[in-house]
């Protein structure tokens, strides 16, 4: 009986799941053995002729219950891949002057590497759907909260803005860590190279080295490092997808508060259900399972946080437990959430009916600014004028929570008090156009939206990526 990975078979996209698959991992294992091979020889190491082609010819061939029996013998799992690699190609020469971790540190940065770019992906795609959203509905004005309570007036479009700008600026710095991001490299037992030294016959590891990192498509090599690379490195990693994370994760808050005002919903495709209980509710279900995949980032984060800095000597294998999780784990959770907030953002409905009628409701209250700012323009003191418009408003507000008429009765107690020098014309004139409350929104929107189609063109595919959700 096996227990499945909950994060593969539920949230993660098929192409995630594949970079992180065993099968793939070791495959990958084994095109390093080649790369190192492939350089000893072009230094002059003697091979059997054939041999190379040999391994290559069985790179794929990975029987994973082979292996776990070679490993439940020898209690060493790259040993029993050594062997089962050397069995199947008919030659014991991988693995020649290395210790494992120069297979299994390089082999994880790699798959690490590719996920970076997948979820890179992943997010231009989101950044793209917002600031298409964010265009689309740039005109539609609706209450903006502080503190979640009604505050003045900005329009659906620069709440997707404001999420897009958020994203744009995680992924400007989840660009830097993809591009300064270093394989450790062919380093050996403590770092030396030492037995590569030896196996070359004093040949240049050096320059194999870079070899190898070529060969295996990267360009940035650590130099000064041990048996194991700093993991304050895996650290920066996981905290880069924590922040690639945030945008999306407060998409999913913003669309959960706006369906608890019925402002907007998330698609509610044919024949689902939102309670087993209560037939009529339709809940932001996808919204939910970006927050809940956000908080087992913040877990996967914790758990490298706790790697950071402990280091003993060259290294040890204490952190392998925590990296055997952490690594896969990171990259499927937050491949889920991109999947889930790009499913959230394609379907999310924006209800007008309703903001249109929540904004008549408020709209007097929402524009208190600009009658403050009226009144100071006609010579009363800016604090003078924010007691004056304060008093009215609170009284309105109480009024409304009883059943009052909340907006009416506040201009009309303005109109009605002569310390505030604005009739009722000029007071109607203050809120009469929504538009002119929401200041430079459109503009903001507008530039937003050349940003991020910048960016997005880096990787033009991105724009047709579509989520896959399984459930």
């Known amino acids: 009986m096996t227990v499945p990975n909950v994060l593969a078979d539920r949230y ?137 309570v009604p505050a003045q007036v900005t329009t659906v479009g620069k709440r997707w803005a404001m999420l897009a700008e958020e994203l744009l600026g995680s992924i400007e710095r989840f660009d830097g860590v993809i591009a300064s991001y270093p394989l ?8 030396t190279q030492q037995d590569l030294v030896d196996v070359l016959d004093g040949g240049d590891a050096d320059g194999l080295e870079r070899a190898v990192v070529a060969a295996l498509g990267h360009d940035r090599v650590m130099g000064a490092v041990g048996q194991v690379y700093p993991r304050s490195l895996d650290f920066a990693v996981v905290s880069a997808f924590v922040d690639l994370a945030s945008a999306p994760t407060n998409l999913a808050r913003l669309v959960r508060l706006l369906a608890g005002h019925d402002l907007a919903s998330e698609e509610f495709r044919p024949g689902q259900v939102g309670s087993s209980a209560m037939p009529h509710k339709m809940n932001p279900r996808s919204s939910e399972r970006v927050q809940g995949l956000q908080a087992v980032l913040r877990g996967h984060l914790a758990m490298v946080t706790s790697l950071a800095g402990e280091q003993w000597n060259e290294g040890d294998v204490s952190c392998s437990v925590t990296r055997r999780v952490v690594l896969p784990d990171a990259c499927l959770a937050l491949d889920g959430l991109l999947q889930t907030a ?125 989520p896959e959700m399984k459930v």
Do not use: C
């Open 184 to 191: 450790r490299g062919i380093k050996g037992a403590v770092g």
């Open 12 to 148: 993660a996209s098929a192409e995630m799941v594949a970079v992180w698959s065993p099968e793939h991992r070791i495959a990958q294992e084994r095109r390093l053995w080649i790369a190192v091979l492939e350089a000893q020889v072009a230094q002059g190491l003697s091979v059997p002729h054939g041999a190379l082609d040999d391994y290559r010819s069985v790179v794929d061939d990975v029987d994973l219950a082979s292996i776990r029996r070679r490993e439940e013998r020898n209690r060493h799992d790259v040993k029993a891949r050594i062997e089962e690699f050397d069995d199947l190609a008919g030659h014991q020469l991988v693995h020649a002057g290395l210790t494992s971790r120069d297979v299994t540190e390089n082999t994880e940065q790699l798959l690490l590497l590719r996920s970076m770019r997948l979820l890179r992906r992943r997010a231009l795609a989101l950044l793209d759907r917002l600031a298409a959203r964010a265009a689309a509905d740039a005109h539609v004005p609706i209450a903006a909260r502080t503190h979640n």
């Open 342 to 466: 790009l499913s959230v953002i394609d379907g999310v409905g924006v209800h007008e009916a309703v903001i249109e009628a929540e904004l008549e409701r408020y709209l007097a209250f929402l524009a208190s600014g600009r009658v403050l700012a009226a009144a100071v323009r006609a010579g009363v003191g800016r604090e003078d004028a924010h007691e004056l418009v304060k008093e009215h408003a609170v009284a309105a507000a109480r009024s409304l929570r009883e059943g009052g008429a909340g907006g009416p009765e506040l201009l009309e107690r303005l109109a009605a008090d002569d310390r505030v020098p604005l009739d009722a014309e000029d007071l109607s004139a203050a809120v009469r156009e929504v538009d002119a409350l929401t200041g430079r929104t459109a503009d903001q929107v507008a530039h937003l939206v050349e940003r991020a189609a910048e960016v997005v063109a880096t990787d033009p595919e991105a724009v047709a990526y579509r």
